[in-house]
């Protein structure tokens, strides 16, 4: 089967409205933080990362928030579009070893 | 720039059978890693390769076992199939290890055991 997100909580937003995915992590000790963004029948895609010194990063129509006192991550999409639909998730990294540790991941749907 | 490339993309087997999934990163990366999809357990790591070593290992059965060459491509193995292990199995490349930000996936290889 394409679907290995069969049972992922889903975010439901019309197009052009700002999204927030929201992502808790459990390291506090973790360098740093990536969104990826997986669509149907595909790998992750690296979206944008922010290390643990950090607080807020944008890249373009993306923002990631981290809150290290409540580990939390979000990540903002401004006006969301319909390609935009697809299974986001965070992942964390530690030391020097290039394991990522990933969240459940969210459903984006993004409606017309 | 060729991305990662993983192969075969689907495959059925058949339980107690083994496979072997191959992956050649992308071009001037040596660390290989790999991570198994699954809708119960979302995404988890398996290992991690560099220079031909294994670096890091997930909390996986000794069934899955993998193995890096010379020019960087990887393959993993996984012994006596069970019908939990059907998945997707995806490969994800970097320049070296602790280069986080620059973890590139494939686009994986659908395992399915009957």
């Known amino acids: 089967g394409e679907s290995v997100g069969l049972h992922l909580p889903t975010l439901s937003v019309q197009e052009g409205d700002n999204s927030i995915i929201n992502c808790a992590y459990s390291?506090?000790?973790?360098?740093?933080f990536i969104w990826y963004k997986q669509e149907s029948g595909k790998g992750p895609q690296f979206i944008i990362d922010?290390?643990?010194?950090?607080d807020k990063r944008q890249g373009q129509r993306v923002t990631v928030l981290l809150n290290k006192t409540v580990k939390h991550l979000s990540l903002q999409i401004a006006a969301t579009q319909p390609g935009d639909s697809a299974v986001y998730f965070c992942?964390?990294?530690?030391?020097?070893?290039?394991?990522?540790?990933f969240g459940a991941g969210t459903r984006l749907a993004v409606h017309p | 720039k060729a991305g990662v490339t993983q192969t075969p993309r689907y495959l059925i087997k058949t339980r107690g059978q083994q496979v072997t999934l191959s992956c050649s990163p992308i071009s001037g990366h040596r660390s290989v890693s790999w991570y198994q999809q699954t809708p119960g357990q979302g995404l988890q790591f398996l290992f991690e390769?560099?220079?031909?070593?294994?670096?890091n290992k997930g909390n996986f059965p000794g069934r899955f076992s993998g193995r890096q060459f010379s020019n960087s491509r990887s393959e993993m193995n996984v012994s006596t199939l069970e019908l939990g292990d059907s998945a997707l199995y995806l490969c994800?490349?970097?320049?070296?290890?602790?280069?986080?930000?620059?973890?590139?996936f494939g686009e994986g290889s659908w395992l399915t055991v009957v």
């Open positions: 390291n506090s000790a973790s360098d740093y």
């Open positions: 992942a964390e990294i530690t030391g020097g070893y290039n394991k990522l540790i």
């Open positions: 922010i290390r643990s010194n950090m």
């Open positions: 994800a490349s970097s320049p070296f290890p602790g280069s986080g930000n620059t973890i590139y």
């Open positions: 390769y560099f220079s031909e070593t294994q670096r």
